[in-house]
């Protein structure tokens, strides 16, 4: 047998190697997303699962919030301490601030910064909801930026 044609003949098994492996991984992947996507919520969600969803099946602005929150913590953060920047641009969207109140709000996550995150999400897994917490009371405070 020459060397081609031993070559010939691994490669059909090679192909059908992969094509296993990676329906393998496809069907796994399914569940990992699943899976991942339940735990996601069950962990950023402090309210019964009935109140993430309005009537119309859309989720609740205020888990919206915390959910951005949650996953932005870090970023958020360190953007909230510069009063600028992406993740402060997307959470003032998601409260509804009009975008020419933007830099004032940016000016509020600075100026608030060590009530709004004084802890980090390793230590303290609820991190997240203080932040939102502390923010909605300043935003409470000063109404004019969600008006």
């Not at 919520?41 to 019964?48: E, I």
């Not at 919030?65 to 969207?93: D, H, P």
Request: aromatic share 6%.
């Amino acid at each position: 047998m020459t060397r081609n044609s031993i070559q010939s003949i691994r490669w059909p098994r090679v192909v059908t190697a992969c094509g296993i492996i990676v329906l393998a991984l496809s069907v796994t992947a399914c569940n990992t997303t699943k899976a991942t996507i339940d735990t996601t919520v069950k962990f950023f969600s402090s309210t019964s699962p009935d109140s993430l969803f309005t009537a119309d099946g859309m989720v609740a602005r205020d888990q919206k919030i915390k959910l951005f929150t949650g996953v932005s913590y870090e970023n958020l953060r360190q953007e909230a301490a510069a009063g600028s920047g992406q993740y402060v641009t997307s959470l003032a969207v998601l409260y509804g601030v009009p975008v020419e109140k933007h830099q004032e709000f940016g000016r509020l996550l600075q100026e608030k910064h060590g009530e709004l995150f004084t802890t980090d999400l390793k230590e303290d897994n609820t991190a997240h909801l203080k932040t939102v917490a502390a923010l909605n009371r300043a935003l409470l405070a000063d109404p004019s930026l969600t008006q």
